[in-house]
């Protein structure tokens, strides 16, 4: 089969690499794709606004399978024009996205359907947002309604930090994106990321996952889109994982195909595990960046075949998906000045010898300039790591990271603290 992955990030260079492995892929394009997803596949020059050029490639190419990474253009609706036009895609249509698109429609579902997550209002002026917070008193959560790349929720301690929350959204920092927004209840517990497929009616358990939203070590400083990952999340044990399948996602999957927008594609969910069990932070339409590069290292099983039986409704047929019982963890290199305006440019040399100690290095922003290496974005390069513990997939990630030759990035150097202090406890 003739596959087109869409996106660039440290997320498509996995999945390139993981289509690339299975029997079932002849081809592989990706666009735009970056110099790690070359070595696996042809990157093309294709814009997924232009829903009329990719359906031409499609055509062209004989595509069997769209993988579209980002969010973007499926709340733009790509895949909506691609189904349209008969091709299989795997990722949501347009309504479907809204789950990641639109934070009050998330709020609204949860509602309606009676999923745990924290209590919410919907406001489109500064004068409403001003009377919520009151309500809800510190801390208490601001987010904008719509796609703010990661940056358009603030989690404020006290009111003055929630008032300015309200006036940057209602001033237009976030566009569009902010011409309404969400003020919701702070919600205290450990955080963990839950991944599952669904083609609309039948639900595959995908795996779980640990973020590190900020930049700085000790989860100090701005939040970032992610600055390293492990899986599984061994907090999120098998009782509290099958409460979020009977509570959360079922009751989501069955509402979104009752209204008729059925879900077809991957379920990211946020978890806050709280004393009174897992409520929902947020839902994503799509993979996590880093979380997809720890959980695929995992994969045992062809993702060929899981995301073309999504695509084409078969997931009642096939084999639920299968994961190594080892741990995987990747460290995200950023550039200086990330999240803020990164650093662009910087050399990277030294990768064969970070992969030396059997790490693989994913490339997130990268971009080959006269033939050599440089940082194109703020997250750079992901090196991960695979092994029995968490604790030792992070002695072989920090190895490697110390391999590189990268002057201009910077990693965390504690991700997977809490689940290594876990193992040290149990050890
Ligand atoms: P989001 O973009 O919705 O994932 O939010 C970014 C981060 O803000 C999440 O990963 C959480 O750490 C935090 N957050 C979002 N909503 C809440 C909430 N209701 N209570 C506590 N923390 C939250
Ligand atoms: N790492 C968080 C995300 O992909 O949204």
Not at 140 to 155: E, P, S, W
Not at 160 to 183: H, K, L, P, Q, T
Not at 246 to 256: K, S
Not at 396 to 404: F, G
């Amino acid at each position: 089969m003739n596959i087109l992955l869409l996106g660039s990030g440290g997320r498509e260079h996995a999945l390139a690499w993981k289509l690339a492995q299975s029997p079932r892929c002849d081809a592989l394009w990706a666009a735009p794709g970056n110099p790690g997803i070359a070595q696996v596949a042809t990157c093309i020059a294709l814009d997924a606004t232009d829903h009329a050029a990719v359906l031409a490639f499609c055509e062209a190419h004989v595509i069997g399978l769209v993988v579209i990474g980002p969010e973007a253009p499926l709340v733009d609706g790509l895949s909506d024009s691609l189904r349209g036009e008969g091709f299989a895609v795997f990722g949501p249509s347009k309504a479907a996205a809204q789950l990641e698109g639109s934070k009050g429609f998330t709020k609204d579902l949860c509602a309606r359907a009676g999923i745990p997550t924290g209590g919410y209002e919907r406001v489109t002026d500064e004068a409403a947002a001003m009377a919520a917070l009151a309500k809800f008193g510190a801390p208490v959560v601001i987010k904008a309604d719509g796609l703010a790349a990661g940056k358009g929720v603030t989690v404020a301690m006290t009111m003055a930090e929630a008032e300015d929350a309200v006036r940057d959204i209602f001033a237009g920092r976030f566009g569009s994106a902010g011409a309404e927004a969400v003020i919701e209840e702070f919600l205290e517990g450990e955080e963990a990321s839950f991944f599952a497929l669904t083609d609309g009616s039948t639900i595959l358990p995908f795996a779980s996952a640990q973020d590190h939203k900020r930049v700085g070590d000790g989860d100090t400083g701005p939040n970032t889109g992610g600055m390293g990952a492990y899986s599984p999340a061994r907090v999120l044990t098998p009782e509290l994982e099958a409460l979020a399948m009977t509570r959360i996602i079922a009751p989501t999957v069955r509402t979104l195909a009752n209204e008729g927008m059925p879900y077809s594609g991957v379920l990211f969910l946020g978890i806050m595990l709280t004393a009174k069990g897992p409520e929902l932070i947020e839902y994503n339409c799509r993979f996590g960046d880093p979380e997809c590069q720890v959980m695929l290292m995992r994969l045992e099983s062809d993702l060929v075949e899981l995301l073309h039986a999504c695509a084409e409704n078969r997931l009642a047929a096939i084999e639920p998906p299968r994961f190594s019982p080892d741990a995987a963890l990747t460290v995200v290199m950023a550039a200086e000045g990330y999240p803020g305006t990164p650093a662009k440019g910087g050399a990277i040399r030294g990768i064969s010898e970070a992969e030396a100690n059997g790490a693989r290095v994913f490339h997130a922003g990268t971009a080959l300039v006269d033939g050599e290496l440089v940082a194109s974005g703020g997250r750079v390069l992901n090196v991960t790591a695979r092994a029995k513990t968490v604790t030792q997939a992070q002695d072989i990630a920090y190895a490697a990271v110390d391999a590189l030759d990268f002057p201009t990035g910077f990693c965390r150097r504690d991700i997977g603290w809490r689940e290594v202090a876990r193992e040290r406890t149990d050890a």
